[in-house]
Nanobody, 127 residues
Framework: QVHLVESGGGLVQAGGSLRLSCAAS????????MGWFRQAPGKEREYVAA????????VYADSVKGRFTISRDNAENAVALQMNSLKPEDTAVYYC????????????????????WGQGTQVTVSS
């Protein structure tokens, strides 16, 4: 069982930056691929980014590539999402997610389903 708690959301002007953090419980954090999803009002949930178990591999949605950076600290059971050059269309609730490593998995996939979700943190970008 993994419990995820996000923080760092807020209101920012277009072009600004925010850093989201996610604290994870449990003693096997390095066994989980971590990621971020987001959901804007009236829209479907959208994959944002993911990072592999040791942090050596990352995957991003095209909409955030070059602007967002995902990172993790396995010693601190934490994952972060640095968001730069924010746009109004980035406005959404952002969710931290975790996926326990399956036998034989060696790479990230943007189509994975995730096992655990945080409660979400609101990010609002004003124009």
């Amino acid at each position: 069982q993994v419990h995820l708690v996000e923080s760092g959301g807020g209101l920012v002007q277009a072009g600004g930056s925010l850093r989201l953090s996610c604290a994870a419980s449990g003693r096997t954090f390095s066994s989980y691929a971590m990621g971020w999803f987001r959901q804007a009002p009236g829209k479907e949930r959208e994959y944002v980014a993911a990072i592999s178990w040791n942090g050596g591999s990352t995957v991003y949605a095209d909409s955030v590539k070059g602007r967002f950076t995902i990172s993790r600290d396995n010693a601190e059971n934490a994952v972060a999402l640095q968001m730069n050059s924010l746009k109004p269309e980035d406005t959404a609730v952002y969710y931290c997610v975790a996926r326990r490593r399956r036998l034989g998995e060696t790479y990230l996939s943007p189509t994975w389903e995730y096992d655990y979700w945080g409660q979400g943190t609101q990010v609002t970008v004003s124009s």
